[in-house]
């Protein structure tokens, strides 16, 4: 059993952390909500994901691209609002 604070990345994903938020993010092949990571280079999407506790990532996105993700990961981890959600 692990503690809240033990965060279980999926296999290839990087994990990014400001504080006590963490998003992780990484390439992903099937379109059907799996969360399974797959080789860059096969890459359909890129999925941003925030760790929720208790061994449970809630999605954020799914982007184009790595850079992308980064973007996203970043404007979740410093609570940056698009201008349409104000």
């Given amino acids: 059993m692990s ?12 994990l990014v952390t400001l ?3 963490s998003v ?5 092949q099937e379109f059907d909500g799996s969360v ?3 080789a860059p280079m096969a890459a359909q999407f890129w999925g941003v ?5 208790k061994d449970r990532w809630w999605w954020i996105a ?3 691209d790595e850079d ?7 404007a979740y981890l410093l609570n ?3 201008d349409w959600a104000h």
């Avoid at 992780?24 to 992903?28: A, F, I, L």
Wanted: charged content about 30%; hydrophobic content about 35%; overall charge neutral.
């Fill in 49 to 53: 994901y925030r760790w929720a506790g």
């Fill in 24 to 28: 992780s993010y990484g390439p992903r």
């Fill in 80 to 82: 940056v609002k698009p």
């Fill in 68 to 74: 992308t993700a980064r973007a996203v990961a970043a």
């Fill in 19 to 21: 504080g006590d938020r």
């Fill in 36 to 38: 399974e990571p797959c």
């Fill in 3 to 14: 503690n809240d604070n033990e965060l279980a990345v999926p296999a290839g994903d990087k």
């Fill in 62 to 64: 799914d982007v184009a």
